[in-house]
């Protein structure tokens, strides 16, 4: 950590000021923890060899992005704290553009806490604070984007706050922004999730949140019925791949094989960050969704951002995998 930044330091990108993404909300610190296996039981007494500390949730989607060649920038509130500073200054070394950060004097930074076995196993335990109304409202003075990214835990906190971003995202509407949504697990219990999902151009599901958003017991059904939307939806399958829907057809998107994917916590942001990345540089959905299989692949080899691949690193790879085809 290298700037301990105060309460109200000014953040604000510069009027006129375009970027290619900007990520609202969901700005958190994760705490990478190894354990030798799970479950870990009552009274569990363990002595780990490490631990490290790195920018989590949406930030993996502005890092990928930044990583691939995307101007993008961080939108979210964070605390007067070391935790808020750390952030900041991690999401500035991936070339993410922080000006838009907010720090708020006693606010929590948000905090997960990730559990790992290294043999694909991990839980998480954290506290995030959705965006304050208040601080929503001040998006009226953040630069253009020509794509703007949400999740749905953004929309966990409550009417008033789900409100407020409702209207930023018509802002941004109104100013021509592609708008990308990914519902992550709480889909069940965002109220008027429709209402955002009309709002956006693409959607986000993993398989399990694709099956509750349509009510559907299978991943294939889930995908037939989203072929009724207007949106391009994307499902991502793990190590089975991706389901792309659009314009009426389900395509299915081959994995990359990983020999050494064991860190899959935070593979689906960096999905979301390539795709985003991928399609503002005008490739089409399909590569795109192919480029960040490979992308969330490459990610699962180790925890934090280092492990996110470059643009070079993911067609490499895609070259590998068409000729082995």
């Known amino acids: 950590m290298k700037t301990r930044y105060r309460y109200g330091d000014s953040m604000t990108l510069e009027k006129g000021d ?25 009274s569990h007494i ?23 060649g995307c101007k993008a920038a961080m939108y979210d509130t964070v605390g007067d704290d070391a935790y808020g500073s750390a952030l900041i200054d991690t999401l500035k070394s991936y070339g993410v553009r922080t000006e838009s950060m907010h720090i708020k004097k006693n606010y929590t930074t948000g905090i997960c806490a ?40 953004s ?20 100013d ?18 429709s209402n955002f999902v009309e709002l956006s151009d693409t959607i986000f599901f993993n398989a399990a949140e694709s099956m509750k958003y349509t009510h559907m017991k299978s991943l294939q059904h889930a995908a037939n019925s989203l072929l009724k939307m207007k949106q391009t939806a994307v499902i991502k399958n793990g190590s089975a791949g ?51 299989c490979i992308a969330a692949g490459l990610k699962t080899a180790g925890a934090g951002p280092d492990f996110i691949p470059s643009l070079s690193e993911i067609k490499t790879k895609l070259e590998a995998q068409v000729k082995a085809a």
């Open 18 to 42: 375009i970027i290619d993404l900007l990520v609202l909300f969901d700005c958190i610190l994760d705490i990478h923890i190894p354990v030798k296996k799970f479950p870990l039981g009552v």
């Open 176 to 193: 021509g922004s592609r708008i990308y949504f990914d519902t992550g697990p709480f889909v069940s219990d965002i109220a008027g999730i």
């Open 242 to 292: 991706a389901v792309l829907i659009h314009e009426g057809r389900a395509v299915n998107i081959p994995p990359y094989k990983s020999s050494s994917g064991r860190f899959t916590f935070g593979a689906g942001d960096v999905f979301d960050g390539t795709y985003i990345s991928l399609r503002s540089q005008g490739y089409d959905e399909y590569r795109s969704a192919q480029m960040s």
């Open 46 to 68: 363990e002595s780990i060899p490490s631990m490290s500390m790195s920018p989590g949730g949406a930030c993996n989607v502005a890092i990928a992005a930044a990583k691939t």
């Open 114 to 153: 990730i559990l790992y076995d290294g043999r694909d196993g991990h839980a998480m335990l954290g506290k995030y604070t959705p965006p304050p109304a208040q601080a929503v409202a001040k998006t009226k003075s953040v630069g253009k984007a020509r794509n703007v990214f949400f999740n749905g835990y």
């Open 155 to 174: 929309l966990t906190g409550g009417a008033s706050s789900s409100k407020a971003v409702r209207e930023m995202l018509n802002r941004a509407k109104k």
